[in-house]
Structures are given as C-alpha cells and as structure tokens.
C-alpha cells in the first residue's frame, strides 16, 4: 500500500515529461517559422518597388487601378500581415509562459497567408505564365513558380496545421492563473488546518460536537 503515492508520482513525472517534448517541439516550429514570416515581410518592406514588379509579373492588378484594391494597397497589406504573423509566432514560441491565443493567431494568419501564395502560384501554372519569382520574399531569393514552389506551401501548410494542433494543447493564461490561485489557498488551507494521521477512532467520543 505505500507503493501507491510512488508509482502515482512517478506517473505524473512521467506524463509530465512525455508533454513537455512536444511543447518544446512546438515552440522552436513557432521560432522557426516566425522568422521566416518575418524575413519574407521585411524582404517586400525594404524593396517595395522591386516586389510589386514581381508581384505584377502574375497580372493580378493594375498598378494604377483605384480603390482598396490597387496593387500597391495588395502589396502593403501582404507585407504587413506577414508581418503581424511572424511576430505573434516569434512571441508565441520564446515567450517565458505560453502565449496560447497570440500564437494561434499568428498560426492562423499565416496559413491564410500561405493559402494565398498557394492560389497565386496554382493560378499562374494554370495560365502557363512564366514568372521568375514568387514573391516570397519580395524581389529577394526568387524563385521560379513551377510544381515544387506548390509542394513547398503544401509542406508549410501542413507543419502550420500540426502547430496549431500542438498549440492546442497549452494552457490558457487564465487556467493557469486559477490552478495557480487554487494552490496557493489549498496550500493555506493546509497550513491553518493541519492533516493530523493516525488517529485513534476513540477519539470522536471526546470531541465536542
């Protein structure tokens, strides 16, 4: 019987260690991938011109069309949620506690992001265009739009799912601000009421109601 509290321990260590691989797994993905959201971001930031000559090269819009959807205006709006994206996942991922809902969004933002790369490049295949870059990260590290730049966003896709997933799995800031409240009063609650152990059954005679 006194194996009991031990084995139940070494159960708890044990699941506790088998969780904490795939957070630690999920927060170098969120790193890694954060850096490239950010690098592709700051590549369109620093040559905006040279992006939107690349970015013109899939004859989406015209540079001088009016209204929210001018290819300038695509172009700040891409850079920008690029952007927001690979600081959430950079935040998520090196935050000291688990940044849970900052993270899934840059996860999310990111995904949507990635769908649209996967639209573009699959919409100037079909058009048999022959287009150098694919702005990925703006007129930067060009590559040509061909089948491997679509399996290469499925893969990034994928990896963002799985992190998503993973990030699923974390607590939230206020679960662990209450789990952490309810310790502290279960641990005081101890204090002023001490558990007395072997105590004689007789005793409840003497006691006073």
């Known amino acids: 019987m006194r194996l009991a509290p031990a084995l139940v321990m070494l159960d708890r260590r044990r699941s506790s260690s088998l969780s904490f691989v795939p957070q630690v797994a999920a927060r170098w993905g969120l790193v890694a991938l954060g850096l490239v959201f950010v690098a592709q971001g700051m590549g369109k930031a620093v040559d905006p011109d ?4 690349a970015l013109d090269a899939f004859h989406l819009l015209k540079p001088a069309a009016l209204g929210p ?7 700040l709006s891409w850079t920008v949620l690029e952007l927001l994206a690979g600081v959430a996942m950079l935040y998520g991922g090196l935050a000291r506690a688990p ?8 996860v999310m933002l990111a995904v949507g992001l990635s769908f649209a ?5 699959a919409g100037a295949l079909a ?12 007129p930067y590290l060009a590559q040509r739009v061909s089948p491997v730049a679509l399996v290469e966003e499925g893969f990034v896709i994928a990896l963002l799912a799985w992190l998503f997933a993973s990030t699923m799995r974390w ?3 206020d679960r662990g ?5 309810d310790a502290q009063a279960e641990a005081a609650r101890r204090f002023r009421h001490p558990v007395r152990h072997h105590r004689s059954p007789f005793a409840a005679w003497f006691t006073a109601p």
């Open 50 to 53: 040279g992006y939107l000559a």
């Open 117 to 121: 790369y996967l639209a573009l490049d």
């Open 171 to 173: 607590p939230s800031v």
């Open 177 to 181: 601000l209450r789990n952490e409240n």
């Open 69 to 75: 959807l001018s290819l300038g205006a695509l172009g």
């Open 127 to 138: 058009r048999h265009l022959s287009i150098a870059s694919c702005t990925c990260f703006g």
């Open 99 to 106: 940044a849970k809902q900052l993270a899934q969004a840059g």
